[in-house]
């Protein structure tokens, strides 16, 4: 069954689908996957229907965890919104917080100097890093291996929080950037903890790679299964390390060339299948990407000022205009969407959340396939919740 | 061959597990009441006011200009100013708070009113054990449980602290200039007056 044919049915009453009737057979079996349920990362539903154990229908259901960041954020000043973009995606603040202000620069015509835009990278490539490795590990977890791999992330992830604490003043909810440059600037040493930490960062990247990567059971679990096809991806919008497991060439780091990204020497790596097994392996190579970046830009670090002269940091009225910044994020392409009317406030703020776009395609990648492998192909995605609803 | 991979796998697993006895880097965790990791000096909780000298009425250093209020993205803070002015530190006349409320059930501790402060009145906390079984009124912090002294802001944030004294203390040099200097402008005027 396709599912344009499934879209039209009536629906009866508020977001229930119409039983699905087969020929001859009764009706299927529906499952309510969540919002409470061990694989959903956060509060989200998926309305599954089963004619035994395939899966013939997949509705997601979102919403219980929204937040009306984009209205909250319309009624207030650009600086206010700066701490709620902490919790969109709250693996990733500082990503967050580069979007969002890459797109006030945008609209105000600011420059960033030379010393933040590298502290950006650092901060955005840690981020980058710990998200993958957690990430990683919420999969494995969700195919049944319960706590190891993902204890191992995590304890790799407390050594890079505790230097975005020491930094920015908290682990999460890091608050950090602003617009024409950073909250506060990076002590010598700082730079020198986070080279021993980055140093560390290859060994623990080859250990994940030696526990995982030729699993046999993570093989027969991941390989062929939730497959993405190119064009798909393509026209459903989807980015970040899914689009490039099905083997389309688009990193935003290297097709913009966003802050200072162009100086950097990196690869992109790319899937051949877009099955499971690739999205795990593209997340694995980024992070070694991630390594090499990160090392580069702790070695041309120049000293100088981390704010613009020219910010403000009160008093912000940006003049008359729209602008749209976006960055690869760790999940994808985050882009704020901003339009000014030169009032303190913005007229219209739009977030474009990489979680929710990827999140589309999953019925397409479910159909057919086991319920067992819904869960794993859920976490295939590398979603938070607080990203998608919002 | 099959299971080389898990086989692996495992080896990684016993090393990080054996390790555990013997290397203190493998040891992450700490066990949390008796044995505590010192915060780090940039870390923040929830807002606190800071004032000068031993009585907390006549030393804060908050004029109640409510930018703080204002700034605040979840609107956290409630000011009430005062009818009256009092002398502050630099001895110029001011309003202060008459009520200070700070609903930290509210706060998403942001540092927000820090930033937009001009007279280095509202500083962050670090204390976190914070839990209380009164939810609505435990939570509100009223302006005497917010006031703390400049010792205590001394010692948990030093370095930042050394700064703003600095700042502060340069300010009151040249208030005091100033003021020097427009003493003797009246007595210069009234002698010339007096002539």
């Known amino acids: 069954m396709s599912i344009a044919e499934t879209n039209t049915e009536k629906f009866e009453g508020w977001n229930r689908p119409a039983p699905i009737k087969l020929e001859g057979e009764g009706e299927l079996l529906e499952v309510a996957m969540g919002p409470h349920h061990p694989s959903t990362h956060g509060v989200f539903r998926m309305d599954v229907a089963l004619d035994g154990e395939r899966v013939i229908r997949l509705r997601p259901v979102f919403g219980y965890l929204h937040r009306n960041h984009e209205k909250i954020a319309e009624g207030q000043s650009y600086l206010a919104s700066m701490p709620y973009t902490d919790r ?102 700082w730079l020198d903890r986070t080279r021993k930490v980055v140093a560390g960062l290859t060994k623990f990247t080859d250990e994940f790679d030696r526990l995982l990567s030729t699993n046999e059971i993570l093989m027969a679990r991941t390989q062929g299964v939730g497959v993405l096809r190119p064009e798909l991806a393509v026209n459903a919008g989807v980015t970040g390390p899914m689009l490039r497991a099905s083997g389309v060439n688009y990193d935003i780091r290297k097709v913009d060339g966003y802050g200072i990204y162009n100086r950097f020497n990196f690869r992109v790596p790319l899937g051949d299948h877009g099955d499971v097994y690739d999205r795990y392996m593209i997340r694995l190579l980024e992070m070694r990407e991630s390594i090499g970046i990160l090392q580069q830009a702790l070695r041309e670090i120049p000293v100088g000022p981390v704010m613009s002269p020219t910010a403000r940091i009160r008093g912000f009225r940006p003049k008359r205009g729209e602008a749209y910044g976006r960055i690869e994020a760790p999940k994808g392409e985050l882009g704020f969407y901003l339009i000014s009317d030169g009032g303190p406030n913005p007229y219209r703020y739009r977030v474009r959340p990489p979680s929710l776009i990827n999140l589309t395609v999953l019925e397409d990648m479910c159909l057919g396939v086991n319920v067992a492998d819904v869960v794993l192909i859920f976490g295939s995605v590398d979603i938070v919740l607080g990203e998608v609803d919002r | 061959m099959l299971g080389e991979g898990i086989l692996k796998g495992m080896a990684e697993t016993a090393k990080n597990f054996f390790g555990s006895y013997f290397s203190a880097a493998r040891m992450t965790t700490v066990e949390y009441p008796e044995h505590r990791i010192a915060p780090y000096e940039a870390a923040r909780v929830f807002p606190f006011l800071v004032f000068d000298g031993k ?141």
């Open chain 2, 55 to 195: 009585d907390w009425q006549a030393g804060m250093r908050c004029v109640a200009c409510q930018i703080c209020e204002k700034e605040c993205p979840p609107k956290c803070i409630f000011i009430e100013k005062s009818k009256d002015k009092k002398p502050d530190a630099l001895g110029k006349l001011q309003f202060y708070p008459a009520r200070f409320d700070i609903d930290i059930s509210v706060c998403m501790s942001c540092q927000i009113c820090v930033e937009v402060c001009p007279f280095e009145a509202i500083k962050m906390d670090t204390e976190f054990e914070l839990s209380t079984d009164d939810r609505f009124g435990g939570l509100l912090l009223d302006r005497k449980q917010l006031a703390k002294s400049n010792q205590y802001y001394r010692k948990i944030h030093p370095a930042e602290a050394a700064g703003v004294d600095a700042k502060l203390a340069a300010e009151k040099v040249k208030a005091d200039a100033k003021a020097k200097f427009t003493a003797e402008a009246k007595i210069a005027a009234i002698a010339g007056e007096g002539a």
């Open chain 1, 88 to 189: 969109l995606d709250y693996i990733c603040p500082i990503t967050n917080n580069w979007a969002y202000a890459l797109a006030v620069e945008k609209l105000a015509g600011q420059e960033v100097p030379e010393r933040a835009e590298y502290l950006r990278v650092i901060l955005g490539e840690l981020t980058r890093y710990q998200n993958h490795a957690s990430s990683i590990g919420f999969l494995i977890q969700e195919m049944g291996a319960t706590g190891t791999p993902l204890m191992y992330a995590f304890r790799e992830r407390e050594k890079i929080l505790d230097l975005f604490e020491e930094l920015t003043g908290a682990r999460m909810m890091v608050n950090y950037m602003r617009f024409g440059g950073c909250r506060v600037d990076a002590s010598p040493g």
